[in-house]
């Protein structure tokens, strides 16, 4: 009887230990619904607008549709694209997310130029990722991408 009682101590103690690690719950400390978790995936564009009108071909190779965005959760990113029938790999990039999650901040270089924007994420799904941002030109793009792991 005695040994039973510890027993069941010893596991209510152990259980408690385990669900009082983090205040947010969850097995990394955090909620798996949160922005910083859904962000983090494989992504391919879909659609491409340029003020409003949806392109198919554009100079921006980050922009252009079919590019892989790959955004890892230590704030890495990479970003590939096709040019002249090659696979281009962009250099040193990385991602942030800004302003309790209403923006995405991305700076990476692929082929020589150096993308660096904050964008206005529209629409954060497992599934999906919409962002808004305007480049140094003045153009209004906005990217609608769609994710390319099955989890």
């Known amino acids: 009887m005695k ?10 103690l152990t259980a408690m230990a385990a669900t009082s690690c983090y205040e947010e719950g ?25 003020n409003g009108k949806e392109i198919t071909e554009t100079d921006y190779f ?3 549709p079919t590019t892989f965005y790959y955004i890892y959760a230590d704030c890495n990113l990479s970003v590939m694209t096709t040019f002249n ?3 281009r790999e962009s250099t040193a990039g990385h991602w942030i997310l800004r302003d309790h999650n209403k923006y995405l901040e991305m700076e990476f ?19 999906e990722l919409i962002y ?4 140094p030109e003045g153009n209004h793009w906005r ?5 390319r792991s099955a989890y």
């Open 3 to 12: 040994r039973n009682l510890i027993i069941a101590l010893f596991f209510g």
């Open 85 to 87: 029938e090659q696979i």
């Open 62 to 64: 980050a922009n252009k």
């Open 132 to 135: 808004e941002y305007d480049d």
């Open 109 to 127: 270089t692929l082929l020589g130029y150096h993308y660096f924007y904050q964008a206005e994420i529209k629409k954060l799904t497992k599934r």
């Open 26 to 50: 969850g097995a990394r400390g955090g909620n798996i619904n949160e922005p910083e978790y859904r962000i983090v995936n494989s992504w391919q564009i879909t659609h491409t607008y340029l």
């Open 143 to 147: 990217l609608q991408l769609n994710a």
